[in-house]
C-alpha cells in the first residue's frame, strides 16, 4: 500500500492517478478479504490448531481452494502494483531512444531487492555465515 501511495505522489497524469485510486481500493479490500477469511479458517478458530476438536465438537475449516485462491488474489495485487509504473513510464514523452531503456530501468526498479536473498540465506542458512 505504500508503494501505491508513493506512486500516487510522484506520477502527476490524472489517469494514472485514477488507476493508482481504483489498485488502491483493490488491494485494501484484498487485504480485509485475506484478515477476515484468517480469522475465520476454521470455527472454532482453536481447531486450526488443534486438531483434537474434530472428535470432540462440530468443527468447520475453509476447503484448500480457498488459500489457493487467496495466494493468487495476492499475487496478482502484487503483479498489478509492480506493473503500475511501467505503464506510466511508457507514455512520458522523451526521445525515442531513451524511451525502452528507461522503461526497462523502471521495471528494473520495482523488482524486489536483492538483501532479501541474503537475509534468507542469514535466517535459513546459517552455515554459510561461518568463516573458515
Known amino acids: 500500500m505504500s508503494i501505491?501511495?508513493?506512486?500516487?505522489?510522484?506520477?502527476?497524469?490524472?489517469?494514472?492517478?485514477?488507476?493508482?485510486?481504483?489498485?488502491?481500493?483493490?488491494?485494501?479490500?484484498?487485504?480485509?478479504?485475506?484478515?477476515?477469511?484468517?480469522?475465520?479458517?476454521?470455527?472454532?478458530?482453536?481447531?486450526?490448531?488443534?486438531?483434537?476438536?474434530?472428535?470432540?465438537?462440530?468443527?468447520?475449516?475453509?476447503?484448500?481452494?480457498?488459500?489457493?485462491?487467496?495466494?493468487?488474489?495476492?499475487?496478482?495485487?502484487?503483479?498489478?502494483v509492480m506493473a503500475l509504473p511501467v505503464s506510466g513510464l511508457v507514455h512520458i514523452s522523451l526521445p525515442t531512444d531513451p524511451n525502452p531503456a528507461l522503461t526497462d530501468a523502471g521495471a528494473f526498479l520495482v523488482k524486489p531487492p536483492q538483501t532479501t536473498k541474503v537475509r534468507h540465506r542469514r535466517r535459513f542458512c546459517p552455515r554459510l555465515l561461518v568463516r573458515p
Open 4 to 80: 501505491l501511495l508513493l506512486y500516487k505522489r510522484i506520477f502527476t497524469y490524472s489517469w494514472i492517478k485514477r488507476a493508482i485510486q481504483i489498485v488502491l481500493i483493490l488491494v485494501i479490500l484484498i487485504g480485509v478479504w485475506l484478515v477476515v477469511s484468517v480469522f475465520t479458517a476454521c470455527i472454532p478458530l482453536q481447531a486450526f490448531w488443534d486438531w483434537s476438536l474434530y472428535f470432540k465438537v462440530h468443527v468447520y475449516c475453509h476447503p484448500v481452494n480457498l488459500w489457493w485462491g487467496n495466494a493468487a488474489l495476492h499475487i496478482t495485487s502484487d503483479l498489478v
